[in-house]
Every structure is written in structure tokens, then in C-alpha cells.
């Protein structure tokens, strides 16, 4: 069982920046990949960017370029720094990990509003 603990959401005009923190617990020694997932309102949950244990990063399209996504292996932590944010990011977002057989596991989910 992994657990993983979401800090650092809240509100932001448009074009600032918030970062994201997440740490996880338990069984972190399976932990292979990490990221951040997002869900609008009335949309599906989607993913964000993600980061293998080998810091390997993937963005969605519309990331690229304002999101970095980070890990410390050590701290057993993962961060994502967005930066230019625009009123369509606002969603819950959410710290998510997988395990080496392939299990899914996510945090209780951030707020993250952004205002024009």
C-alpha cells in the first residue's frame, strides 16, 4: 500500500504560478512511475505530467512549457511547478503513483483555481 499526501493548491490570478507537493508513504520501495492527474468540472480526470523512476517526464500538450514536474527519490516526493497559469487549468488535481505490478494509487486531491 502506498499513500500519498497532496499540499500547496489554492488560488491564483491568471499568468502566476503555485507548486505542488507531494509526498508518499508505506510501501515506497515499489513505487515505479509518478505524476499528476487533473479533473475539471464536468470533465474526465486527465493526466498532467508524469515522471519515471528514472526521471522521465511526460506533459499533456497543453502544459508544456508552464509545468515542470520533479522527484526526489530520497524524500519520497514529487512536484509540480506551474507556472503562466491560465483560467482552463482549474481543477483538482491529484499526486498519483504506480507500483511495479502495475497498481494505481492517488492522493485526496488538491484545489487549484485560477481567476482572470
Known amino acids: 500500500q502506498v499513500n500519498l499526501v497532496e499540499s500547496g493548491g489554492g488560488v491564483v490570478q491568471a499568468g502566476g504560478s503555485l507548486t505542488l507537493s507531494c509526498a508518499a508513504s508505506?510501501?515506497?520501495?515499489?513505487?515505479?512511475?509518478m505524476g499528476w492527474y487533473r479533473q475539471a468540472p464536468g470533465k474526465q480526470r486527465e493526466s498532467v505530467a508524469t515522471?519515471?523512476?528514472?526521471?522521465?517526464?511526460n506533459y499533456e500538450d497543453s502544459v508544456k512549457d508552464r509545468f515542470t514536474i520533479s522527484r526526489d527519490n530520497a524524500k519520497n516526493t514529487v512536484t509540480l511547478l506551474m507556472n503562466n497559469l491560465k483560467p482552463e487549468d482549474t481543477a483538482v488535481y491529484y499526486c498519483?503513483?504506480?507500483?511495479?505490478?502495475?497498481?494505481?494509487?492517488w492522493g485526496q486531491g488538491t484545489q487549484v483555481t485560477v481567476s482572470s
Open positions: 498519483t503513483a504506480e507500483d511495479y505490478k502495475w497498481r494505481r494509487y
Open positions: 515522471i519515471t523512476v528514472a526521471n522521465r517526464t
Open positions: 508505506g510501501n515506497i520501495f515499489s513505487i515505479n512511475d
